[in-house]
């Protein structure tokens, strides 16, 4: 299985802060990365797949980057409707896997 | 606009079988170029993807439950549904389907992410 990592585990920022999430494969997935946002008690959420491409609907202030093993996650100007947890999700390969996921929250 | 909607028992008895169906609305699960997965996320913890269904019949499931899951579609009702043997109570999650929008294949591999979820439904394994 691949194993994706993500760091920082919790991150706190206040609104209109630049944010930025790393996430990392354990093998090369090329750019076959996703990035999802969760609130609590809701489904996950697409923003990115194959690492930059933004998913329609979803606000420019989210970007995605990277290819290979490193990938980032950037908010440009945070709003306070983007506090809640980020996955990374790797589809190079079987089975499927998330990243542990980053909460943003308030400073 | 497509939508998917959980369903099926709340609570399992340790050692039975957990069966959840997902419906889709607003768009056919026979329809090329898309999956279809199951997803769970266990209390407080991150997601673990349980396998899909591709609408030629091609399934894949998680090494970890391979043994005890199983995908199935029924065409005629447009829902998928899973079957899970044999639960114990780390089996406790919140279940989500969802559609997986194909970007490429090659041979039965499907390259896909997950545009559209349901909104989940609770198990428990409790006796």
């Known amino acids: 299985d691949i194993q994706m990592t993500q760091s920082p585990s919790t991150l706190s920022a206040s609104v209109g802060d630049r944010v930025t999430i790393t996430c990392r494969a354990s093998?090369?997935?090329?750019?076959?990365l996703a990035w999802y946002q969760q609130k609590p008690g809701k489904a996950p959420k697409v923003l990115i797949y194959?690492?930059?491409s933004l998913e329609s609907g979803v606000p420019s202030r989210f970007s995605g980057s990277g290819s290979g093993t490193e990938f980032t996650l950037t908010i440009s100007s945070l709003q306070p409707d983007d506090f809640a947890t980020y996955y990374c999700?790797?589809?190079?390969?079987?089975?499927?896997?998330f990243g542990p996921g980053t909460k943003v929250d308030i400073k | 606009q497509l939508q998917l909607q959980e369903s099926g028992s709340g609570l399992v008895k340790p050692s039975q079988t957990l069966s959840l169906t997902c419906a889709v609305s607003?768009?056919?699960?026979?329809?090329?170029?898309?999956?279809w997965s199951w997803i769970r996320q266990p209390p407080g913890k991150g997601l673990e993807w349980i396998g899909y269904?591709?609408?030629?019949?091609?399934?894949y499931y998680n090494p970890s439950l391979k043994s005890r899951v199983t995908i199935s579609v029924d065409r005629s009702k447009n829902h998928f549904s899973l079957n899970l043997s044999s639960v114990t109570a780390a089996d406790t999650a919140v279940y989500y389907c969802?559609?997986?929008?194909?970007?490429?294949?090659?041979?039965?591999?499907?390259?896909?992410?997950?545009?559209?979820w349901g909104k989940g439904t609770t198990v428990t394994v409790s006796s």
């Open positions: 969802a559609r997986g929008v194909v970007v490429a294949a090659a041979d039965i591999y499907h390259y896909f992410y997950m545009d559209v």
């Open positions: 607003g768009g056919s699960i026979s329809s090329g170029g898309y999956s």
């Open positions: 269904m591709y609408h030629r019949g091609i399934t």
């Open positions: 093998q090369s997935i090329s750019s076959w």
């Open positions: 194959k690492a930059s």
């Open positions: 999700q790797q589809y190079n390969s079987y089975p499927i896997t």
